[in-house]
């Protein structure tokens, strides 16, 4: 046996008791000591001096105590104290405020436990430490002060990167919308809304590479109308004009859409036609001539076209094959109101 197991911690009661005040007064800062049958409570140094007292200088019952519990702690601690003396708890332990003699107040833990029992097994004796806590106790609410005052910046900042997120979303949105119109703007002729030529010929250089690649029949048709001339000089420019868009309208109504249909000049138009070749374009071109003739030009003679129409060719670029199609066209021109194949 070593020196400390060979200690001698006493045996009579006081000597027992004497050791156990030594030991919480190490372990805590002060110590209370209730004798329940006579509610007297006593209270080491300690105690009083961790609330700025003289020892002894208050009196020895549990009001004491009641009376210096912050108000807005104190039911809680009532009503966990009571709990454990109706054994509905098997320990009491409470941080709480107490005042202080200079009236500030300081956050203590308060530990206690029955020590002494009657016959009936009734408490008779309990024994509590307090630990001055304050300034853990401070230090834990401030960086919880820190933490919701960040949760609620996160939160700020959150919202703003939302509301930032949805209106850049709605600038882009009414961006792709400004780009689609610009687009759609750059690519229609204003006057009979059908495709420009720069459009046309985009679409028409895309055609062309598929039928490189896939020998699809695709087909050209071209029309101009006749004598457009002296319908302007009859009317004026402005019907000259209607009539451009009725012919327009109307035709592109008999077309699929797929067809590119585009003004290829003045009163020019030209269509690309994928997937036909070239006795279909022209009976097509028969189809739209008619049309042209039926069209609701508001004018008091009937208007025609001639047409000119042609397949795209194994090994022809598209030079050539606009040439030709502008060939048979001349020499529809001859004739006019007809469809030349070429
Ligand atoms: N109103 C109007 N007329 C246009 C427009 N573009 C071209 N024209 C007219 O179309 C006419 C074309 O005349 P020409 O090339 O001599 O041909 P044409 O009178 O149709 O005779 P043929 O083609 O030989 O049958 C010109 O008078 C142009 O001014 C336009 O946008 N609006």
Same mark, same amino acid.
């Given at each position: 046996m070593d020196k400390l197991e060979m200690q001698d911690y006493g045996t009579t009661r006081e000597e027992i008791e004497r050791t156990l005040r030594y030991a919480l007064d190490i372990v805590s800062d002060g110590i209370w000591d209730w004798n329940i049958r006579t509610n007297h409570v006593k209270r080491s140094p300690g105690w009083y001096s961790m609330l700025?007292? !003289?020892?002894?200088?208050?009196?020895?019952?549990?009001d004491t105590w009641k009376s210096v519990i912050h108000p807005g702690d104190y039911e809680r601690v009532m009503r966990n104290f009571q709990a454990y003396l109706d054994g509905d708890s098997l320990i009491y332990a409470e941080d709480y405020r107490c005042r202080s003699r200079d009236g500030n107040y300081l956050w203590v833990s308060d530990h206690g436990r029955f020590v002494e029992f009657d016959e009936t097994g009734q408490p008779t004796r309990m024994i509590g430490a307090h630990r001055n806590i304050h300034q853990r106790k401070m230090a834990s609410l401030e960086l919880q002060r820190k933490n919701e005052e960040l949760l609620a910046l996160n939160r700020t900042l959150e919202d703003l990167v939302a509301a930032r997120t949805e209106a850049l979303r709605q600038a882009n949105e009414a961006l792709a919308q400004q780009v689609e119109a610009a687009t759609r703007l750059s690519e229609t002729? !204003?006057?009979?809304q059908l495709s420009n030529r720069r459009h046309f010929e985009r679409n028409l250089h895309g055609e062309w590479q598929r039928f490189q690649r896939h020998g699809h029949a695709t087909a050209l048709l071209m029309f101009d109308l006749d004598h457009f001339k002296r319908i302007n000089d009859n009317h004026g420019h402005p019907v000259g004009d209607r009539a451009l868009a009725a012919v327009a309208r109307s035709l592109r109504a008999a077309l699929r859409e797929e067809d590119c249909f585009a003004r290829w000049g003045g009163e020019e138009f030209i269509v690309l036609l994928p997937d036909t070749d070239l006795a279909a374009a022209a009976h097509l071109a028969e189809r739209l001539r008619l049309l042209v003739a039926g069209a609701?030009?508001?004018?008091p003679e009937a208007l025609s076209a001639s047409f000119s129409v042609a397949a795209m060719r194994a090994g022809e670029e598209i030079g050539p094959l606009l040439k030709r199609l502008d060939d048979g066209l001349y020499r529809a021109k001859q004739r006019r109101n007809c469809v030349e194949s070429c």
């Open positions: 700025g007292y !003289p020892p002894d200088s208050l009196p020895e019952d549990v002729d !204003p006057l009979t609701d030009a508001e004018l």
